[in-house]
């Protein structure tokens, strides 16, 4: 059925649906609010789950709690009580967009602006890339409220897909992770009203980072559940292929990729989760340890689903099994959310802060 649905490029309402009944969208929502209370922990185990099997599908349900997670940080009590229960009860998707064809990995030169007038915001401006866009009903944008003071002057708000100037550009046609909705978002004088500001006006970029700081640790359970999956059918079909008079299984050099595949999974799940843990002790500043649990775990999907993909040999290369399809998803865990080298660049900078290191 993946691989079906990986061909079609269709979102999985039918899944998300499956999703919502299994109450899974309630996971990270607070119990006040219709959802289960959960953590970063619990979120990851869902997302590993999920990507074990197929990563576009883990992709769009995590995608909604990036657009949920501003909220529940820095949400009034009447937008969380407005949003909140349908998002966990599955009746609506979620989103977060901060990319624009110029602003990537430099965040600070977004130029989406959200002009201050009577009635409200009204924004004007193009995102792109945004996951779950046009399927999800509730958006959370960052814009610049105030184009003079640079990163201090962009502010999130809520933008409901129904609002008048609120549209969607291109479905982008993608390399992996197919199943999920990649879209542009544009805004052509798009009044939201003023209740729709998250936080205050100037936290856009403060509460962008923390979300990532929540977030990252759930790319790196993407990618743990997509090595994990890409080891399973590695083993299952190294047992069963006969090469030699023999399952390829018995070969050593077989063995030790195995083997090899094992320790790096094992290894990134252990960091996840203890990433994961550290978030939900409330612990104050996890953007460096959030950053590694990402990037390991996304280097150790790309490396394991690719050596997988050797084990399975010239089958491994066909569209008529899943291997390929983990290989090309694992790809998009080293990009999203911060690219692997742009997070390492980020680790290196807190290296050279770090006080205690001897000279
Ligand atoms: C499938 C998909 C889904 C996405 N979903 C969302 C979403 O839901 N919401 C959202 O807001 N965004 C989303 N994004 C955007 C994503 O986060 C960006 O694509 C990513 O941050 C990289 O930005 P860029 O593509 O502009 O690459 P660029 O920033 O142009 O980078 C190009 C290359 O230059 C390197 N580079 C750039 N700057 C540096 C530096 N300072 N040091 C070293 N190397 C550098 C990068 O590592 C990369 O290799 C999505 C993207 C994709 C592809």
């Not at 039918?14 to 609010?33: G, H, N, Q, T, V």
């Not at 185990?45 to 940080?73: D, F, K, N, T």
């Amino acid at each position: 059925m993946r691989v079906e649905l990986d061909e079609k490029e269709e979102f999985p309402w039918a899944i998300m649906k499956d999703l919502a009944d299994s109450d899974l969208f309630r996971i990270f929502i607070p119990e006040e609010y219709e959802g289960l209370g959960g953590g970063c922990l619990d979120l990851c185990l869902v997302v590993e789950e999920l990507s074990r099997v197929c990563a576009g599908i883990a992709v769009s349900y995590a995608a909604v709690s990036l657009g949920v997670i501003p909220l529940l940080e820095y949400g009034t009590e009447e937008q969380k009580r407005k949003y909140l229960p349908d998002i966990a009860d599955g009746k609506k998707l979620a989103a977060f967009a901060i990319t624009e064809p110029t602003a990537g990995s430099d965040i600070g030169a977004i130029k989406t602006t959200a002009e201050r007038v009577k009635e409200g915001y009204i924004i004007n401006g193009t995102k792109q890339f945004i996951t779950n866009g046009g399927e999800a009903e509730i958006y959370t944008v960052i814009a610049l409220t105030d184009k003079a003071r640079g990163a201090r002057g962009a502010s999130a708000l809520l933008v409901e897909k129904d609002t008048p100037g609120f549209s969607f550009g291109k479905k982008e046609k993608k390399m992996g992770i197919r199943v999920s909705s990649t879209r542009e978002l544009i805004f052509r004088n798009c009044l939201v009203p003023e209740e729709n500001l998250i936080g205050r006006e100037g936290m856009g970029f403060i509460i962008t980072m923390k979300l990532f700081d929540q977030s990252r640790p759930g790319i790196g359970a993407q990618a743990v559940g997509l090595a994990q999956g890409a080891l399973e059918a590695a083993v299952g079909y190294a047992r069963q292929r006969i090469q030699f008079g023999h399952p390829i299984i018995s070969l050593q050099a077989v063995q030790h990729m195995l083997a090899d595949m094992a320790i790096q999974v094992e290894a990134a799940r252990a960091l996840v989760y203890a990433v994961a843990r550290t978030v939900d002790s409330g612990a104050r500043n996890v953007s460096e340890e959030s950053a590694m649990a990402k990037v390991f775990a996304s280097d150790v999907a790309m490396k394991v689903t690719t050596d997988a993909v050797q084990i399975f040999g010239g089958p491994g290369y066909m569209r008529d099994y899943p291997i390929e399809k983990m290989m090309r998803d694992a790809k998009i865990t080293q990009i999203y959310e911060g690219t692997n080298q742009v997070l390492r660049n980020a680790i290196a900078i807190e290296l050279r802060k770090r006080k205690g290191i001897r000279e």
